[in-house]
């Protein structure tokens, strides 16, 4: 059999791919020397909330209201729970990625960049489609459509972006932890969002995956 015209190529992407990982793991540290410097994770935490902070005050009060209208009064104690458990691994991850230098000139720091500025870039266009649907109508265009919870998704990547630009694997650590414990508030926005719109809600879900990819299907009494 004759061999494929592209192996030779797909042979020397592989390698480059598996020298970058090697390179990463080397330059990334699980506790990185903790210190206040005006070159620290902090520089994009405040582009981020900077973003986030104008638009917020750009958009209609209602759209704003609407972002945080859900009712933890109908949450369980176990979703209560989780949920103060994941703002404190928030905060947590917070406070090292302020303390921490950024890893310029290094290859993780390009790379968290990228991830950070396409994580930034994907949660305002969420915000953006969020904003132009109207009250009365579930949010499933733009980002929405192939995703549940893009913000969500979106913030996600740009918190990774962070923890690869500072170089530190417990922060990368406390950020997955906390993204598992937040888990709770997106299954409380979904059965709240299943109750206010019904079937149309309930074929969203069955053609768009919760985050990306893989469609994930909530039985509503079976998940906490």
């Not at 582009?47 to 109908?74: E, S, T």
Request: glycine content about 6%.
């Amino acid at each position: 059999m004759r061999p494929h015209r592209h192996s030779p190529r797909l042979a020397l992407f592989a390698a480059v791919a598996e020298r970058k990982v090697k390179i990463v793991m080397v330059e990334m540290e699980l506790f990185p020397a903790l210190e206040l410097d005006w070159l620290n994770g902090w520089i994009l935490l405040i582009v981020l909330y900077g973003v986030f902070g104008i638009l917020l005050l750009a958009f209609p009060k209602a759209v704003v209201a609407r972002l945080y209208a859900y009712d933890r009064l109908r949450w369980s104690k176990k979703q209560r729970a989780y949920h103060v458990v994941g703002k404190l691994l928030i905060l947590v991850n917070l406070i090292l990625t302020i303390l921490t230098p950024l890893r310029v000139g290094s290859t993780v720091f390009i790379l968290g960049v990228i991830l950070f500025a396409v994580g930034l870039t994907g949660f305002t266009i969420a915000l953006f489609n969020f904003r132009n649907t109207p009250l009365n109508q579930p949010i499933i265009k733009g980002l929405y459509s192939v995703s549940r919870h893009p913000q969500v998704l979106m913030l996600s990547v740009a918190g990774v972006g962070m923890c690869l630009a500072i170089g530190s694997w417990i922060a990368l650590i406390i950020l997955a932890i906390s993204s598992l414990f937040g888990r709770s508030r997106t299954l409380a926005e979904e059965r709240a969002l299943l109750e206010q719109y019904g079937d149309s809600y309930r074929d969203y879900m069955e053609r768009v995956p919760r985050y990306i990819l893989i469609k994930t299907h909530m039985e509503e009494k079976g998940e906490d």
